[in-house]
């Protein structure tokens, strides 16, 4: 039951060219750093990242999009990266927006074995271009497809050997549901316990979906948008 | 014709107590400002916040916890924090009361858009779908015409939709409208502008209600 890998380096062992990785994370709060560091060095490419967002030009998955790692994205919102911009302009790098309610939704549901689900989000929207309709007692809803990963990414505040996770703050944001729905999910925490130290009622994410856990170090925490009250 | 402050001073006004909001980015932030002494309003930020309170002070600042708009900030006596998921089955369940957010058009049909323009770089709609498919209480603020002066309330919008016949208030400069029956009703005007102002800058069908008010702003 020991889940416990040495370092990120180690943890990111299996994730080859061509992957589909979910990385947790809203903005740069609860995102990665750690994995997203191993990855940039060990290089690998044609990545189909599901995040939330993209990153910043040099921090986040925009360190992965400055290596040409990502050949797609599947975000809600990819504003503040001009690389990112440049990449989709010329066409290097393809992007699927989705609503982020749906996005964190196809997760759940991907992890938790529902193949799809209806929702009225997007409807009568290019979002809704292609996809199957219902009117369900009298409201039109659109078939959204769920989404799972050949690796799930995801940091956390707390953690145990057994994979039992404990989140601060929003930076619990996508983590819980990308940790369902991974392949192999890891996690990376910023402080790593023997089973029992965590109290069972708190912990946000069972140890059941987590294969690796690492105790992540030199976390940066970047805050995007500074702002304070007099 | 009212200040952005202004709008948000008289969205506050609908506000009611014990009511989960969320607001939007831009002039729906205001609001926060405004809410009345004595009522208590739970402020719904849909990274995974309930509760959310002013920006820190510079010794409070917690890169963990922040807002939609990627600001930090704090949270309330009362606040709980919860996944994208559950948040999202707040807003897509009804649960939220009211939601306040921008657009870049509304149409008198109740569509609108606030999220791409082609030819422009695309940067995503984040929450705005879920956000008007969500509750049947949505407060559109903006400023009535684009900077180009032309009008942002239509017959029908120009640019790709964010939702389909879901708003049913607009607050501008210039005045509160009621979306029916396919047409803007103007219930209320802004001091200081005519009804003639305001037919001159809405591209829109309008009715002006019988019952008329100049809007009340402290």
């Given at each position: 039951?020991?889940k416990?890998?040495?370092?990120?380096?180690?943890a990111?062992?299996?994730?080859?060219?061509?992957?589909?990785?979910?990385?947790?994370g809203?903005?740069l709060?609860g995102?990665?750093?750690?994995c997203?560091?191993?990855?940039?060095?060990a290089?690998?490419k044609?990545?189909?990242?599901?995040s939330?967002?993209?990153g910043?030009d040099?921090?986040g998955?925009?360190?992965?999009?400055?290596?040409?790692?990502?050949?797609k994205?599947?975000?809600?919102?990819?504003?503040?990266?001009?690389?990112?911009?440049?990449?989709l302009?010329?066409?290097?790098l393809?992007?699927?927006?989705?609503?982020?309610?749906?996005?964190a939704?196809?997760?759940?549901?991907?992890?938790?074995?529902?193949?799809?689900?209806?929702?009225?989000t997007?409807?009568?929207?290019?979002?809704?271009e292609?996809k199957?309709?219902?009117?369900?007692?009298?409201?039109?809803y659109?078939?959204?497809?769920?989404?799972?990963?050949?690796?799930?990414?995801?940091?956390?505040w707390?953690?145990?050997?057994?994979?039992?996770?404990?989140?601060?703050?929003?930076?619990?944001?996508?983590?819980?549901?990308m940790?369902?729905?991974?392949?192999?999910?890891?996690?990376?925490?910023?402080?790593?316990?023997?089973?029992?130290?965590l109290?069972?009622?708190?912990?946000?994410?069972p140890?059941?979906?987590?294969?690796?856990?690492?105790?992540?170090?030199?976390?940066?925490?970047r805050?995007?948008q500074?702002?304070?009250?007099? | 014709?009212?200040?952005?402050?202004?709008?948000?001073?008289?969205?506050?006004?609908?506000?009611?107590?014990?009511?989960?909001?969320?607001?939007?980015?831009?002039?729906?932030?205001?609001v926060?400002?405004?809410i009345?002494?004595?009522?208590?309003?739970?402020?719904?930020?849909?990274?995974?916040?309930?509760?959310?309170?002013?920006?820190?002070?510079?010794e409070e600042?917690?890169?963990?916890?922040?807002?939609?708009?990627?600001?930090?900030?704090?949270?309330?006596?009362?606040?709980?924090?919860f996944?994208?998921?559950?948040?999202?089955?707040?807003?897509?369940?009804?649960?939220?009361?009211?939601?306040?957010?921008g657009?870049?058009?509304?149409?008198?049909?109740?569509?609108?858009?606030?999220?791409?323009?082609?030819?422009?770089?695309?940067?995503?709609?984040?929450?705005?779908?879920?956000?008007?498919?969500?509750t049947?209480?949505i407060?559109?603020?903006?400023m009535?015409?684009?900077?180009?002066?032309?009008?942002?309330?239509?017959?029908?919008?120009?640019?790709?939709?964010?939702?389909?016949?879901?708003?049913?208030?607009?607050?501008?400069?210039?005045?509160?409208?009621?979306?029916?029956?396919?047409?803007?009703?103007?219930?209320?005007i802004?001091?200081?502008?005519?009804?003639?102002?305001?037919?001159?800058?809405?591209?829109?069908?309008l009715?002006?209600s019988?019952?008329?008010?100049?809007?009340?702003?402290?």
């Amino acid at each position: 039951m020991n889940k416990v890998v040495k370092d990120a380096h180690e943890a990111i062992q299996g994730i080859t060219n061509g992957m589909t990785l979910m990385l947790g994370g809203f903005g740069l709060c609860g995102i990665p750093e750690n994995c997203i560091a191993a990855l940039v060095k060990a290089g690998q490419k044609d990545l189909t990242c599901i995040s939330n967002n993209a990153g910043v030009d040099d921090f986040g998955i925009g360190l992965m999009l400055q290596q040409r790692q990502v050949k797609k994205m599947i975000s809600s919102y990819v504003g503040e990266n001009a690389e990112f911009e440049r990449q989709l302009l010329s066409g290097e790098l393809e992007v699927e927006l989705t609503p982020q309610g749906t996005l964190a939704e196809k997760c759940r549901a991907g992890g938790a074995g529902i193949p799809a689900f209806f929702t009225a989000t997007g409807y009568g929207t290019e979002i809704a271009e292609g996809k199957e309709t219902r009117e369900i007692n009298g409201r039109m809803y659109v078939l959204e497809e769920s989404l799972t990963a050949d690796y799930a990414l995801v940091k956390a505040w707390k953690g145990d050997k057994y994979g039992n996770l404990i989140y601060k703050g929003t930076a619990r944001n996508f983590n819980p549901m990308m940790a369902m729905a991974g392949k192999i999910t890891i996690a990376e925490v910023e402080e790593l316990v023997e089973p029992g130290e965590l109290d069972p009622n708190q912990v946000h994410t069972p140890g059941i979906f987590v294969q690796r856990i690492f105790q992540g170090k030199n976390y940066e925490k970047r805050i995007e948008q500074r702002t304070v009250s007099k | 014709m009212l200040t952005k402050d202004q709008i948000a001073k008289r969205i506050a006004q609908e506000l009611q107590d014990g009511w989960y909001v969320n607001l939007g980015i831009g002039i729906p932030t205001l609001v926060a400002n405004y809410i009345p002494d004595g009522m208590h309003v739970e402020l719904q930020s849909e990274n995974g916040l309930l509760g959310m309170g002013p920006f820190p002070k510079e010794e409070e600042i917690d890169a963990d916890l922040i807002n939609a708009g990627k600001q930090t900030v704090t949270m309330r006596p009362g606040a709980s924090l919860f996944s994208s998921s559950d948040s999202f089955a707040m807003i897509r369940g009804g649960h939220v009361q009211l939601t306040v957010l921008g657009a870049m058009e509304v149409s008198e049909n109740g569509d609108i858009a606030n999220w791409k323009i082609p030819g422009k770089m695309v940067k995503g709609m984040g929450g705005a779908m879920d956000l008007v498919a969500g509750t049947d209480n949505i407060i559109v603020a903006m400023m009535h015409t684009n900077r180009a002066g032309e009008s942002k309330l239509l017959d029908r919008c120009t640019l790709p939709l964010t939702g389909i016949n879901c708003i049913r208030r607009v607050i501008t400069d210039l005045g509160m409208f009621s979306i029916e029956g396919g047409a803007f009703i103007l219930e209320e005007i802004a001091p200081g502008v005519s009804v003639d102002d305001v037919k001159k800058a809405t591209a829109g069908k309008l009715i002006v209600s019988p019952v008329l008010k100049t809007m009340l702003i402290d």
